[in-house]
């Protein structure tokens, strides 16, 4: 049975969304400023809780994306790599960096999340915590990444529909005919 939501629910699932996005790239910052150290990573992440949102339940969202990030990192920065190609990975800001790292991981390996809400949240933040530049720049890298993704089973199917019932009304025209 679905769960049916009114705006405000959403709204505000959204916005915790948000939140949660923000605090899990400020943890990835603060990872990436610091050396890097996986085993610091969990530590760093309740410190940015503790300080920016103590009272915050995110049901475990922000564990779930800067883990999938650790998990997926050398294959994502590889999508960077590919993607932004007049940057080398290090010259990327830290904060560009790990805003795209979160995209990346929302586009290619997160199927919960839809493709645009992932690009337009990394966009939001890039355009909060980025530079002037930031937005432009994370949008036209996952975009770039998106338009060259396959397209899901949902949104083919239903073009593919469409085709075979034209070619169907096709044929039944042509047997109405005779």
Known sequence: MPITLD???LSIIMSNRHLARTIAMQSLFLWDFNG?????LKGITKSVFDNF???FDDQGFVENLVTGVMNNLGEIDKYITKYAT???????TIVDRN?????????IYNEEIPAKVAINEAIEIAKTFG????????NGVLGAIYKDM???EEETSSVEEVEIKK?????MGKEEEK
């Open 131 to 138: 530079g002037e530049s930031s937005g432009k720049f994370v």
């Open 99 to 107: 805003i795209l790292r979160i995209g990346v991981y929302e586009l």
């Open 53 to 55: 949102a103590p009272d």
């Open 86 to 92: 007049e940057w080398p990975l290090e010259q990327i």
């Open 36 to 40: 890097k150290k996986e085993e610091d």
């Open 7 to 9: 705006s405000e629910s």
């Open 150 to 152: 396959p397209k899901k």
């Open 167 to 171: 070619d169907e009304e096709v044929e």
